[in-house]
């Protein structure tokens, strides 16, 4: 065999992994050391949490960027944490999912080379970096980041460890992060994760008629104009709100300019996000899964669900809210071809309805000045004639409304718009830290390390 032969990778079907037969890299065991941690970072940008087998938990990643265009390189940080040592025979892969037949292998990183499975123990956390390159020729909109771990020497879906539990495919890969791709130019970085707004307490009551006439609504701190979401096209108009709460509610007010205010759908929880329409996302603990998604269109129709999880697991539709709101429309919601103003969406949300069908939510209700929420709110856009387009308080990629990474903190202030200093800290009873959702689910106990017929085989192999 020549060289160069020797150097090619020995590719299997797509649905399998790649083993390169290159020259040995060496990895500086300083570097290894350094990404071994005694414990996970406080925050992780995207949480998974996916259990493998029982010996492996997929904490989750960080990414530089969620857009990404053919060609961009993309950084992206696993995180691992071994629960029991899974065995020499294994590897870890990588893939990047597109739709149709576009599929990339981006397996090595230099944690995989310098510290392979083989050598895991028990309580490691494992900070796995890697730099991805997407291919010139990606032609879908999207890049879905799966991760698992193989057998070596194996070709096959069934010979991959099986996921327990967290978000998975059908082919035993956990879902780790779906890119935004934009073929027009060059993807955007991600906006820092702390970005926050104060709620300031109503001093009196909110009347829910469309309109900000109480003297509280003019206090309440007014959003930027909406970001349009990355991959996407600019909605036509600018969006900004504003959120006050009480005892009783989250209020929101949304003022939407937009020349062609038009939504078709007239019942409660039709697929309203088609069309034109305010979206409101509510993770209370923050632990970024156990969230409500609510949704207010210009004709002031409402869809809520519930997810239990993540978007991964799908959500709840049937749940129902007892949300109010009202609606004014600058213009003609019927008529396609006249030019209209915009609308107002003015929104009151039982506090107990962020819980969702969870009422043992660890969230105290009425919340306590200093407490802290995480949420975004999100503004759909469908002109007649162009794509549907969305901006959002928190920016977000197009791919990914829901963008639990990406929400906004919100803090509980008082009727004059501050937090006390001894509430700065976060106050909310029964709390759980940003990207502590690891701590949700203790991992299946692992069966003996190294039998092999258990973590590789799926209940029923082969079968999606």
């Not at 691992?80 to 397996?107: C, I, Y």
């Not at 392979?116 to 796995?128: H, L, M, S, Y």
Request: glycine residues 8%; proline residues 8%.
């Amino acid at each position: 065999m020549s060289a160069a032969m020797a150097a090619l990778a020995m590719v299997w079907a797509a649905a399998g992994c790649v083993e390169k037969e290159t020259r040995k890299k060496t990895i500086d065991p300083a570097y290894v050391k350094k990404n071994v941690l005694s414990a996970p970072p406080a925050s992780i940008q995207n949480p998974v949490n996916a259990d493998l087998g029982g010996y492996v938990t997929y904490l989750g990643n960080d990414v530089d960027k969620a857009t990404i265009a053919p060609g961009d390189k993309v950084v992206v940080v696993h995180y691992w944490k071994v629960v029991a040592s899974p065995g020499a025979e294994w590897r870890v892969f990588s893939h990047l999912v597109g739709t149709g037949d576009q599929w990339m292998n981006v397996d090595q990183t230099d944690m995989r080379l310098g510290y392979p499975p083989a050598q895991w123990k028990p309580g490691d956390i494992i900070r796995d970096e890697q730099t991805i390159t997407l291919d010139k020729g990606w032609k879908s909109s999207s890049a879905q980041l799966t991760v698992g771990l193989y057998r070596k020497g194996t070709t096959g879906t069934g010979d991959r460890m099986r996921i327990e539990s967290g978000p998975a495919d059908h082919e035993s890969r956990v879902l780790a992060f779906r890119f935004a791709v934009d073929r027009r130019g060059a993807g955007k970085p991600v906006p820092p994760a702390d970005l926050q707004v104060q709620i300031r307490r109503a001093s009196g009551p909110i009347a829910i008629d469309g309109v900000a006439s109480e003297a509280d609504w003019q206090s309440a701190a007014t959003s930027p104009a909406f970001s349009p979401a990355e991959g996407g096209r600019e909605p036509k108009g600018a969006t900004h709100a504003r959120l006050l709460w009480d005892d009783a509610y989250l209020y929101a007010f949304v003022q939407v300019e937009d020349p062609d205010v038009h939504s078709e759908y007239k019942a409660r929880d039709e697929s309203l996000w088609k069309q034109d329409v305010v979206e409101l996302f509510i993770d209370a603990d923050r632990t970024r899964r156990g969230y409500v998604e609510l949704q207010v269109s210009p004709r002031n129709v409402h869809f809520d669900s519930w997810f239990p999880q993540t978007r991964a697991q799908g959500g709840h539709p049937e749940w129902n809210g007892a949300m109010k709101s009202a609606v004014v429309v600058h213009g003609t919601i019927d008529d396609r071809d006249d030019v209209d103003q915009g609308w107002d969406a003015e929104i009151a949300i039982p506090l107990a309805d962020v819980k969702g069908a969870d009422a043992a939510m660890k969230v105290a209700i009425p919340p306590v000045v200093g407490d802290r929420w995480r949420l975004n709110v999100v503004r759909v856009d469908k002109p007649k004639d162009d794509p549907l387009a969305a901006s959002s308080w928190s920016a977000i990629p197009i791919a990914d409304f829901h963008a639990l990474g990406r929400m906004l903190t919100a803090v509980f202030a008082d009727a004059k718009g501050t937090v006390p200093p001894a509430k700065e800290k976060d106050a909310r009873a029964g709390s759980a830290a940003d990207g502590a959702g690891d701590k949700a689910k203790k991992p299946a106990t692992p069966g003996t390390p190294g039998t092999p017929a258990k973590p590789g085989t799926p209940a029923k192999p082969g079968t999606p």
